[in-house]
């Protein structure tokens, strides 16, 4: 039997809109990976990119935020805030040697429950394929 490794997603879901689609997905039972660790904000907009380091420092693996689609943000520009933020986030990502590719922003409504999941499988295989960040490893050794 082998370990074959398991990425943590920690997953940034606006409460109008995202969470509302994953939660579609589990009642209407939906199958995707179990990797991700869902956080309810209220909207996508209100996310610090500090949010998004810390859940790397933390162990997560990949950190997806699902937000509101574009014109639908019940805060009417949250999500046009971090659509501007996520270039900028990436930038900051790879100034850690962090790949950008584990950070994804994504648009899912309450209606989107097979979307979410969609979402969820795609980010969980590309997180295997890019293999461990290895992030914790790294601040043990600076210690």
């Avoid at 997953?11 to 109008?16: I, M, R, S, Y």
């Avoid at 949010?51 to 574009?70: E, Q, R, Y």
């Avoid at 999941?117 to 295989?125: H, L, P, S």
Wanted: proline residues 6%.
């Amino acid at each position: 039997m082998t370990n074959a490794f398991e990425p943590r997603i920690v997953a940034f879901l606006c409460k109008w809109c995202s969470y509302t689609g994953a939660d579609l997905a589990g009642t209407s039972r939906i199958k995707y990976p179990a990797n991700v660790v869902p956080i309810k904000v209220m909207c996508s907009g209100r996310i610090d990119p500090t949010f998004i380091l810390k859940s790397f420092a933390d162990g997560a693996d990949g950190v997806l935020i699902c937000g509101c689609h574009p014109g639908d943000c019940h805060y009417n520009e949250g999500n046009y805030n971090m659509q501007k933020r996520a270039p900028m986030i990436k930038k900051m990502l790879k100034g850690f040697n962090i790949e950008p590719e584990r950070f994804r922003l994504e648009w899912v409504s309450a209606a989107e429950g097979d979307k979410f999941a969609e979402v969820v499988r795609e980010m969980t295989e590309s997180m295997r394929a890019l293999g461990p960040l290895g992030f914790n490893e790294l601040k043990e050794a600076v210690k």
